[in-house]
């Protein structure tokens, strides 16, 4: 499972969200004139597109024209996620289940702010759009090469979901981004600032597809061991190697030599324990969407420091 949040450089989330949005409806263009897929997110699954706009659009109270106004979400399973849905569920029914997961994710998001007041999806202003496909890009290495074409279709199973969070919570009072990872001054500057633990985030997407659809996942494909490949010292690296291995004998019955220690996977996850398994449309209600102006704290923090930095500056 693969979760990335995308800043301002490709989603250009400083002005409206018109662009992305006609953007995330290029499948429908291509291929579902006649039964396009729709956005959805907690409460409802049929949302037009510019229903999913203006929603963004209107909730930037005391944003900045500088100011990120929404971030991108990419939630991206592995093929071998979405043979096991499809197998689980089929064609329809994995696709009614990853609209679902996504409800999930977005409550993860809303909970790692470690806000009193910002406690699941309910508390987002946030729309997504499920898409079959993914298109060879300038970068990849096959066009480079010459191999494919930049727009070409990629192969293989590439269900995935792209979701748009405002930057500002429900009652369009809160500031609340994901690239904030200053820890603060203290623990309690951090919580009221709402800083965003990004790695306990992406691990969480993992751990909540396995809970939810009782996937057996093996060490090999977990974000444990990439990140130890990846970043682990040689040691770590020789470490985890063992236990997949290990792991691997298992699986084809071969017996273990002795036992090794569970590894500890995720750390700071909320925990979801029950399955889903009804349709997607079986578990949302109406849309609710109360935008208000008020005072917003970290806004004030923010033109102090500017004025701050302003004083230092001229001192010189």
């Known amino acids: 499972m693969f979760i990335n949040i995308t800043d301002s450089k490709e989603a250009a989330n400083k002005g409206s969200s018109s662009g992305l949005v006609h953007y995330l409806e290029k499948e429908n263009r291509i291929y579902n004139n006649d039964e396009p897929e729709y956005w959805f997110n907690g409460q409802q699954v049929r949302i037009d597109p510019y229903v999913a706009m203006r929603a963004i659009d209107n909730n930037i109270a005391k944003l900045g024209k500088d100011d990120a106004k929404f971030f991108l979400l990419n939630i991206s399973p592995s093929q071998k996620e979405i043979a096991f849905l499809k197998e689980q569920y089929g064609e329809g029914g994995a696709k009614d289940q990853m609209k679902g997961f996504a409800v999930r994710v977005m409550d993860a998001y809303a909970q790692n702010f470690k806000r009193e007041s910002i406690n699941s999806h309910e508390d987002l202003i946030w729309f997504g759009k499920l898409e079959n496909y993914r298109y060879y890009t300038h970068n990849d290495p096959d066009v480079k090469q010459g191999i494919k074409k930049r727009g070409d ?93 290990e792991e691997e004998a298992k699986h084809s ?10 590894m500890e996977l995720a750390l700071r996850i909320h925990p979801y324990s029950p399955i889903i398994d009804q349709s997607f449309y079986d578990f949302i209600g109406p849309i609710h969407v109360d935008i208000k102006d008020d005072v917003d704290d970290e806004a004030i923090h923010g033109r102090n420091r500017h004025r701050k930095r302003q004083a230092r500056t001229n001192t010189r």
């Open 153 to 245: 279709r990629k192969e293989g199973e590439q269900m995935h979901v792209q979701v748009i969070v405002s930057r500002k919570d429900a009652t369009n009072k809160i500031k609340l981004s994901p690239m904030n990872t200053s820890r603060g001054k203290n623990e309690d500057h951090s919580k009221k600032m709402g800083q965003f633990d990004r790695v306990a985030f992406k691990q969480c997407g993992e751990t909540l597809f396995d809970e939810l659809f009782e996937f057996d996942r093996q060490l090999k494909d977990t974000m444990a061991y990439a990140n130890a490949q990846k970043n682990g010292s040689l040691a770590e690296r020789i470490q985890i190697g063992t236990w997949a291995q």
């Open 253 to 262: 019955g071969i017996s273990l030599a002795e036992d090794q220690p569970d």
